[in-house]
């Protein structure tokens, strides 16, 4: 069995575990979707090339997508940039910054909620996505950050999990924990309205028995009370 098949074996396991769960991604867009004013000038932090805010071009006047790659997509325009120092837009220019899969690659994650609070108009608000290293497969690739080099713990990621090597980056996972990653957004002047953690089965679940361990996973914490070690960080917050 190839490694999506087993990814869509344990969705489905999980499923008939967690019929009503929220799923992350989508919990992700809809509060992106609710943060969009009509005519909104938004940023895609960190970008690439899926265009996943594209469902809200109809309702958006421009969508922008900064990434430190060259890369093109749907949006209204494109800027290369390295997003670990300032953000090359106007101070209070912007009504949404969206965020997805990016934070763990950040060396200076206060610094950067900063400069996304800079960007923000009063009222605009960040939705972001990102790892929780509590969950155990972000806690092992945590931990062969802090003892390989970075180059050895991609390769060996790209083994495992059969994603493309142009698709796997360093890691730093510096703001990764729901309580660190509330503290940084309220030290960087943010009123958080959203921070909630999210089941994650398919991250490591590249054959079933690992995809099995997964779903038994989920119903242990949740058994437990342990909402703080799920997989996903899904975060809204508003510059006031």
């Known amino acids: 069995m190839n490694r999506e098949a087993s990814r869509q074996w344990t969705a489905d396991l999980y499923r008939r575990y967690f019929p009503r769960q929220p799923d992350a991604y989508t919990t992700f867009l809809h509060l ?9 000038r938004i940023v895609d932090l960190g970008c690439g090339e899926e265009g996943y805010l594209s469902c809200l071009m109809e309702k958006a006047g421009e969508i922008i997508g900064l990434d430190g790659r060259p890369v093109r997509g749907p949006y209204s325009s494109y800027i290369q940039t390295d997003l670990s120092g300032c ?14 899969f990016f934070l763990e690659h950040i060396e200076d994650p206060p610094g950067f909620l900063r400069h996304v609070h800079d960007v923000l ?3 605009g608000q960040l939705v ?17 950050s802090l003892f390989l080099p970075q180059e050895r713990r991609m390769r060996l990621v790209e ?5 493309e090597a ?16 509330r503290r940084e957004l309220e030290g960087a002047g ?3 309205l959203h921070l909630r953690t999210y089941s994650d089965c398919e991250a490591s679940a590249v054959f079933r028995p690992l995809g099995a361990l997964a779903v038994a996973y989920e119903r242990a914490i949740s058994a437990m009370g342990l909402d703080w070690a799920r997989g996903f960080i899904v975060v809204a ?4």
């Open 32 to 40: 992106a979707a609710a943060a969009c004013p009509e005519g909104a």
């Open 87 to 100: 953000i090359p837009l106007e101070a209070q220019s912007i009504d949404l910054a969206a965020s997805k």
């Open 121 to 123: 108009r009063p009222g």
């Open 128 to 144: 972001l996505m990102t790892p929780n290293i509590a969950y155990y497969p972000y806690t092992v690739n945590y931990i062969l």
């Open 159 to 163: 083994l495992f999990s059969g994603r």
């Open 166 to 181: 142009q698709d796997i980056f360093p890691v730093y996972y510096r703001c990764n924990t729901p309580r660190r990653l």
């Open 190 to 192: 943010f009123e958080v």
């Open 237 to 240: 917050a508003r510059r006031d």
